[in-house]
T-cell receptor, first 117, second 112 residues
C-alpha cells in the first residue's frame, strides 16, 4: 500500500524557536495533504489542507502565520511551527490523498512528537 | 452537530469477537463509512470502508444496515495487539469534500 513518511519522528525545541516537519508520499503523488494535531488522550484535529502549488486552507482557529504550510511538490509538504511555545507541544500527523483510483483514501504518516521546553 | 457517535471505551477478552457500533444519523447520500485504527504515538491506519450492506477484508468486517444510520465494525478473535483506538468516519468520497473529521473514537482494551 501507499506509504507516507514524516521527519523528524520526534523533536525537542526551546520556546521561541521554529521547527519544520516534513511529510512525504513515498510511492505515489499526493495532490492533497492534510495536517492534524493530536493532544494526549484526544482525537485528531484537522489544522489545514494543502494542495500542491497553492496556498493552504486553514481550519477555523488555526493561526496561518504561526503554522506555515508549504506544498511545493506532489510528494512533499512541510509544516513549520514558528516561535514555538510550550502549548504547541503535541503530536502532529500528516496524511496524503493520492491521484487516480486511490484518490478516495487518505494515507497517514507515523506522526511527529513535538516538545517545546 | 457531531457526525458520528461511538462508545468511548470497550473491554474484551482475547479470542472473542468484538463489535463496535457507530451512529451516524445524518449520513448523506454521497458519504462512505470508513474505520481507522490508531496505536499510541502512531498515525491512524485504514481498516475498512463501505457504503452499504456488508464488507469484509482480511482483518475486519463492516456491517451497514439499509438505512445507513449506523455501522458496526466487527473484529474476529481479537488479540492483545488489537488494543487501540478505533475511529468511525463518514465522509463524501470523490465528490470534492476531501476533509476527514475524526470523532472521539472508541478505546478498545483487550484483556488477557
Amino acid at each position: 500500500g501507499a506509504v507516507v513518511s514524516q521527519h523528524p519522528s520526534r523533536v525537542i525545541c526551546k520556546s521561541g524557536t521554529s521547527v519544520k516537519i516534513e511529510c512525504r508520499s513515498l510511492d505515489f503523488q499526493a495532490t492533497t495533504m492534510f495536517w492534524y494535531r493530536q493532544f494526549p488522550k484526544q482525537s485528531l484535529m484537522l489544522m489545514a489542507t494543502s494542495n500542491e502549488g497553492s496556498k493552504a486552507t486553514y481550519e477555523q482557529g488555526v493561526e496561518k502565520d504561526k503554522f506555515l504550510i508549504n506544498h511545493a511538490s506532489l510528494t512533499l509538504s512541510t509544516l513549520t511551527v514558528t516561535s514555538a511555545h510550550p502549548e504547541d507541544s503535541s503530536f502532529y500527523i500528516c496524511s496524503a490523498r493520492g491521484q487516480g483510483e486511490s484518490s478516495y483514501e487518505q494515507y497517514f504518516g507515523p506522526g511527529t512528537r513535538l516538545t517545546v521546553t | 452537530l457531531a457526525k458520528t457517535t461511538q462508545p468511548i471505551s470497550m473491554d474484551s477478552y482475547e479470542g472473542q469477537e468484538v463489535n463496535i457500533t457507530c451512529s451516524h444519523n445524518n449520513i448523506a447520500t454521497n458519504d462512505y463509512i470508513t474505520w481507522y485504527q490508531q496505536f499510541p504515538s502512531q498515525g491512524p491506519r485504514f481498516i475498512i470502508q463501505g457504503y452499504k450492506t456488508k464488507v469484509t477484508n482480511e482483518v475486519a468486517s463492516l456491517f451497514i444496515p439499509a438505512d445507513r444510520k449506523s455501522s458496526t465494525l466487527s473484529l474476529p478473535r481479537v488479540s492483545l495487539s488489537d488494543t487501540a483506538v478505533y475511529y468511525c468516519l463518514v465522509d463524501a468520497v470523490g465528490f470534492g469534500n476531501e476533509k476527514l473529521t475524526f470523532g472521539t473514537g472508541t478505546r478498545l482494551t483487550i484483556i488477557p
